[in-house]
C-alpha cells in the first residue's frame, strides 16, 4: 500500500525565514511525487513535481528515495507563501487520477 | 477555458436526503475524480474514471455513486446522506499522459 505523512499539521515561521515542509512516502515502487498548494479562497493547484525537478515561485523538492522523502524548501518564505500545503504521491505503473495525498500542512508565513 | 466547474458551491441536507453534486470540464480530459477534504485527513479519492462510460472506486466509495455518460461531466450521487458526508467536496480532472490534476472549486456540503 502508499502511503504519505505529513508530519506537521502546522508550520508557522517569520517572513524571510527558511521554510521546510515535510513529507515522507511509504511506496515498494518507483513513485512519483507531487506537492500542490490551496492559497485561501482559492482551488487546490500543481505546485510542483519531482520529475521536472523545477523551482516554482522558489519553492524547491527533491525526492530522496534513500530517506523516502520529498521534502518542500524554500529559503526566503514571503507572507504570499502562506497557504495549505499537500504532498502527493502516484505509484509506478498507476494513472494519473490515483494520487494518493499527506493530510497537508497548514503554513503560515508571519509579517 | 472555464476549466473545471462545481456546482452548487454550497449545500445544506438533512439525513437521508439524496442530491447530486455536478462537476463538469471543458478541457476534453479523459481523467476525472471525486476527492473528498476533511480536516487533519487531507484529501481522499472517492470514485474516478478513465473515460466515458468507465467508473471505478477509490479509497471511500461508500454511500456515492458516479457515472460518466459524457466526456465533459461526472455527477457524484449521494443516495441517501449522513452526517458522516459532511466534506468539501473536489472533482478533478487530468489528460491521459500527463500528472497534473486540475481541480474544480469545491462543494462544501453539511447534513444535518
Known amino acids: 500500500a502508499q502511503r504519505v505523512t505529513q508530519p506537521e499539521k502546522l508550520l508557522s515561521v517569520f517572513k524571510g525565514a527558511p521554510v521546510e515542509l515535510k513529507c515522507n512516502y511509504s511506496y515498494s515502487g518507483s513513485p512519483e511525487l507531487f506537492w500542490y498548494v490551496q492559497y485561501s479562497r482559492q482551488r487546490l493547484q500543481l505546485l510542483l513535481r519531482h520529475i521536472s525537478r523545477e523551482s516554482i515561485k522558489g519553492f524547491t523538492a527533491d525526492l530522496n528515495k534513500g530517506e523516502t522523502s520529498f521534502h518542500l524548501k524554500k529559503p526566503f518564505a514571503q507572507e504570499e507563501d502562506s497557504a495549505m500545503y499537500y504532498c502527493a504521491l502516484k505509484g509506478s505503473g498507476g494513472s494519473n487520477y490515483k494520487l494518493t495525498f499527506g493530510k497537508g500542512t497548514l503554513l503560515t508565513v508571519n509579517p | 477555458n472555464a476549466g473545471v466547474t462545481q456546482t452548487p458551491k454550497f449545500q445544506v441536507l438533512k439525513t437521508g436526503q439524496s442530491m447530486t453534486l455536478q462537476c463538469a470540464q471543458d478541457m476534453n480530459h479523459e481523467y476525472m475524480s471525486w476527492y473528498r477534504q476533511d480536516p487533519g485527513m487531507g484529501l481522499r479519492l472517492i470514485h474516478y474514471?478513465?473515460?466515458?462510460?468507465?467508473?471505478d472506486q477509490g479509497e471511500v466509495p461508500n454511500g456515492y455513486n458516479v457515472s460518466r455518460s459524457t466526456t465533459e461531466d461526472f455527477p457524484l450521487r449521494l443516495l441517501s446522506a449522513a452526517p458522516s458526508q459532511t466534506s468539501v467536496y473536489f472533482c478533478?480532472?487530468?489528460?491521459?499522459?500527463?500528472?497534473?490534476?486540475?481541480f474544480g472549486p469545491g462543494t462544501r456540503l453539511t447534513v444535518l
Open positions: 478533478a480532472s487530468s489528460r491521459s499522459g500527463t500528472n497534473e490534476q486540475f
Open positions: 474514471s478513465v473515460g466515458a462510460g468507465i467508473t
